[in-house]
């Protein structure tokens, strides 16, 4: 993950404030894996022992250009062609013997992974590795080209509403969209395939969906920003319709993980494993999912018993789930409860017990335990 820009301006003012996401020459040697990349089975219980691979994303394209360098563009946008490269060179590594390849990627790389999981597949089978089964896991990547809280004009990555940041990109990244994807839309709205729940009917590899809520990526490209001031009842309103739209968009994913938060990425930050959604755990989740697709590959049945796929928090503000990470104020950087978070919100207790039909107290008491 890490944004992308998409054109010369804000190229080049990325390239002077964070060079490592544009250029390989200041990458550390080494690094040490967090979350669901960890070898320790403390912090990543099913998955510690797997064969792991971290692509860094320099490319600013979300993973989906194929342009070089040129007398037009000094910047080469290479990151759908990375992903293949990198899949030819593991293929003499190991992955040949392979069954199971999961894409994985969180913000850019989590939209990423819907833009190449199936030409990953695809690559794989025409280079005669049928058997090997192609899944894909994005991350805080499922974004939704809805009407900004305030409409502000198209300068940088921040400001510009994502749809309108999206069409740029594609024609400056020379983007590549799927084919099953593009054919849904017309010439020229191939924009849409960013979108998770408008490509991911289009897909054919299984791909499990883990979004907060309230993603904090989201609501600042919505121009909600929550510094300081109290929240105006506005935007308290469009953050709660956000999450209602973001739930309506997940009800038919299969495979999901979307806990009631004010947060951005999860499957790398070591706390992944605490974050429950109805009494479930992401690492715990995506074992069910991995198992469910063992089982029908088997015999095509029903979804295992007491092993969910499915999880989505159904309480309608920021961090009604008790298990959310910590709230930092973010300004001084202190820790706050839910409640404090609510207050700083500018969240009105008497007025949504009113709404609610709860006395004041019992409603307090019902946020603080998380119910």
Known sequence: GGWYCFNRENCDSRYDTMRRLMSSSEWPATRVGTGILS???????????????????????????????????????????????????????????AKVLLLAGSSAGGTGVLLNVDRVAEQLEEMGYQGIQVRGLADSGWFLDNKQYRRTDCIDTITCAP???????????????????????????????????????????????????????????????????????????????????????????????APACL??????????????????????????????????????????????????????????????PTIRDQFTGQEMNVIQFLMHMGFDVQKMAQQQGLEPSKLLGMLSSGN
């Open 39 to 97: 070898s320790q089975p403390e912090e990543n219980p099913h998955w510690w022992n797997a064969n792991m691979v971290f692509i860094p994303y320099c490319s600013s394209d979300v993973w989906s250009g194929a342009s070089s360098k040129s007398e037009k563009n000094e910047y080469a946008f290479m990151g759908a062609l990375i992903i293949q490269e990198v899949i030819k060179e593991l293929v003499g590594k190991g992955l040949s013997t």
């Open 163 to 257: 749809t309108e940041a999206i069409r740029r990109g594609i024609r400056y990244w020379n983007g590549i969209v799927p084919e099953r994807c593009k054919l849904q839309f017309k010439e020229g709205e191939e924009w849409n395939c960013f979108f998770g729940y408008k490509i991911y009917p289009t897909l054919r590899c299984p791909v499990f969906v883990v979004q907060w809520l309230f993603d904090e990526a989201q609501l600042t490209v919505d121009n909600v920003h929550l510094t300081g001031q109290p929240v105006q009842e506005g935007q308290w309103l469009y953050i709660q319709n956000l999450g209602r739209e973001l739930r309506n968009t997940l009800k038919d994913v299969t495979a999901s993980f």
């Open 263 to 324: 947060s951005h990425e999860i499957i790398t930050r070591n706390h992944w494993t605490d974050i429950q959604v109805k009494g479930t755990s992401l690492p715990r989740a995506l074992h069910c999912w991995d198992r469910s697709l063992h089982e029908s590959n088997k015999h095509g049945k029903a979804p295992l018993k007491g092993c969910p796929i499915h999880l989505i928090d159904s309480c309608p503000w920021p961090h009604c789930n008790p298990s959310c």
